[in-house]
Each structure stands twice: as C-alpha cells, then as structure tokens.
C-alpha cells in the first residue's frame, strides 16, 4: 500500500471517531436540555477576514528599527550557486476549522490541524516515521472561561465522549483533545460573538506550532539526523520553540507583509536583485522578548518581481538560529536559491516558495480537509434538534 495513501486512511478513521464522539456529546448534551443552534451552514475561519487582530498577535509599541548584526547595512551578493543543497528534512503544518453551531453566544468550533516532515534521499521524498505527537490532532474548541453554565456542561460531556484536555506546554499527543478559546483572557465577554470566533482560530494556530515543535524536537534527537551531520531542515514559518541545542534548523517565511526594516532601508529591499540577500538582522519584536526567542533573519530575492504582483512577493525571510554567522548566511542562501527548481507551480505563492515545502503541503491539505462528509453528520444531527 503506498505510503501516501495509509495516512489518510488513518485520518479518515480518526475524522469519523472525532464526529462520533462529539455527537454522543451531543446526544447527551439533548437529555440535559443544553441547546446547541446549528449553523447555517459550513463556515470556514481561515477563509474569514477579522478587523482585529488576535490578542496573542498583538505586540507593544515597537521603534519599528531591527537590531542589524552586520555592517554597512544592505544587500550581499552570494556569487552564485553550484544547485546543491543541505536541506534533507522538510517541515510542515496546516490547519483547518470551522463553526458547526452555537451554545448561545459561544461559538462551537472544530478544527483538524496536520503537520509531518518529509525526508528527500537523492531524489525521492519520504515521510519521517517519528513516533509521537501525532500526524493529525482534532479538537473542538468552545470559550470555557467565560462562565457559561451550557458551555461548562457541553464541556463536560465531550470528556466523557473521550475527549482530553491540553496543558498549557504540553505537545499535543491524543488524537481528539477539547480546547478553551479563553483560557488566557482575563474578564471575557460572554457576548463578544466575533471575537470567541477570533480567538478559537488562535487556538488553532497554537495547536498547529505545538504539534510542529513537537516534531522539530523529535527530529532534533532522531538517531538518523544525530549521525547525518551534514543534514539540514527546513521549517514553512518561523523557528517556534527552536531547542537550544538545534543548530541545523531554518524557517522560510513566504509572506512578507510588513518589512522588518525601516526609513531607506526599505528602498534597498524593494530594489534587492534576484538571487541576492540583505545584511542579517534581529527583527525588532523578537528584541522585546526572551533571549530564546531571537532569532538571525534576513532576506532573500528569489525571483525578479512576476506581473501583477509588488516588490514584496519574491521576497523570503529567513531565520536561523541567532548565533548564524555570516558565511553560513551566505551558504544557506545558496542552498534556498538551489531549491528554486523544481517550481512550485501552480501554487499562487510560488515566487516565494520551494518545492519540497509545496509537496508537504500537498500531502497533508487533504487530511486536513477531508472531514466535510463527516462533518456534514453533525449538521444533520444538530440540525434534526432544532427541529425537536
């Protein structure tokens, strides 16, 4: 049986357990005369746009100025590349969650998050076979802390279904888990509809890094990268939860919405050549946190600017660890430029994007979004409730 297909199998097992435990909750939640309104239909968070930003995005103040690690700041040039690479591991998460119904005004979110690394050898990708946390976790997330009575009793009912609770550092290791949207928000408005919805997909965000983390640190001690020196990984995003002790570990950024740099530094990125990177940085935000939280960061043009697109959409951050000197900045560029082909066509983020980071992506969409039939049970069963 080929490789790709068992792990989908397996999630699909999964999905159908997730939905048949949550709708003996429901079933439950029926004889205690808790009412859960079904939605009008599929609702979908990560195709939703919010005004605000969530509560754990939000950084204070900041100079806006990044703290420059070489000098005169500007752009380097890696004097081309021979097409080889060191980066063997490929690490990638992805989520999806939507709102099946509503106690009240607490919204009842499920979500699926996936994350896996992929191993190239010569030209063949495998995924790594690393046991714990999972490849797939679900959840159903409800604001737990806002005191609603319906909200603590559907809680209760989805613990006995056999759901599990996370503790707040705890890598995510059960399959089903329950999960309060808010937790950490001191005096929650019960009424604040939106913004429970907002929080929930931060929820699921959380989720996704710790399950990546967890797999960036089960692959840190693998006895197959402690023996293979020369083998490098690269992580879609940026380095969550890096352990100290990583040294081989990268993360690409592919969306640079707001440059780090400031005043004509900006005019020295816009006008970076393809094929070119600028001087390594601390972005300013990580300077207002830990010390473990920094991280060396640069940019890299990969492509010259595509029609129809600005000055940003060839451009990559990356980050490494924050004690990455300057040559190794310098190869590492070389081995991102060198994974330029093959393209990651057709994905629309291709400029900006490597190909083995598209191919995990690709395995790991359909486990995350292939639970609509499963989901379309509790619709049909919240639904029939409504009408009782």
């Known amino acids: 049986m080929s490789p790709r297909i068992l792990p989908r199998m397996q999630a699909g097992r999964s999905v159908n357990d997730f939905v048949a435990k949550i709708s003996q909750a429901l079933e439950g939640a029926g004889r205690e005369g808790i009412h859960v309104t079904a939605s009008a239909g599929p609702c979908d968070l990560e195709a939703q746009q919010f005004d605000q930003r969530l509560p754990e995005e939000e950084e204070p103040p900041s100079t806006g100025r990044p703290h420059h690690l070489e000098s005169p700041v500007g752009s380097r040039d890696l004097g081309g590349h021979d097409g080889t690479s060191r980066l063997c ?19 009842v979110i499920v979500s699926t998050v996936a994350a896996t690394i992929i191993n190239r050898c010569g030209r063949r990708f495998s995924r790594m076979p690393l046991e714990n946390p999972p490849l797939v976790v679900q959840a159903v997330i409800l604001p737990r802390s806002v005191g609603d009575a319906g909200v603590e009793a559907f809680w209760e009912l989805l613990l006995a279904a056999g759901f599990s609770e996370l503790d707040p550092d705890e890598v995510p290791s059960c399959p089903h888990l329950v999960l309060d949207s808010a937790e950490y928000i001191a005096d929650a ?12 997909r931060g929820r699921v965000r959380s989720l996704r890094e710790r399950l990546e983390g967890g797999l960036l640190r089960r692959w840190e001690g693998d006895d197959r990268v402690l023996e293979d020196s020369e083998a490098w990984i690269a992580v879609d995003g940026q380095l969550q939860d890096l352990p100290e002790s990583s040294r081989r570990a990268i993360g690409l950024i592919k969306s640079v919405a707001r440059p780090e740099f400031v005043g004509k530094d900006v005019g020295m990125l816009l006008d970076l050549e393809p094929g ?25 043009r990969m492509w010259p600017p595509q029609p129809g697109a600005d000055a940003l959409g060839s451009l990559m951050r990356v980050e490494a660890p924050r004690d990455t000197e300057a040559e190794l900045i310098d190869e590492i560029s070389r081995w991102i430029l060198a994974e330029r082909a093959p393209l990651a066509k057709p994905d629309p983020r291709w400029p900006a994007m490597i190909y083995p980071i598209q191919y995990v992506e690709k395995i790991l969409k359909p486990l995350a979004q292939g639970s609509e039939r499963a989901y379309a049970r509790l619709e049909r069963q919240l639904a029939s409730n409504g009408r009782n």
């Open 189 to 200: 408005d019960p009424s604040d509809y939106v913004g429970m919805r907002e929080r929930a």
């Open 89 to 107: 591991y490929f690490l990638d998460g992805v989520q999806s969650s939507r709102e099946i119904g509503r106690i009240g005004m607490s919204p």
């Open 276 to 300: 070119m990177r600028t001087t390594s940085f601390v972005p300013d935000w990580q300077l207002r946190r830990s010390p473990g939280d920094h991280r060396t960061s640069w940019y890299l």
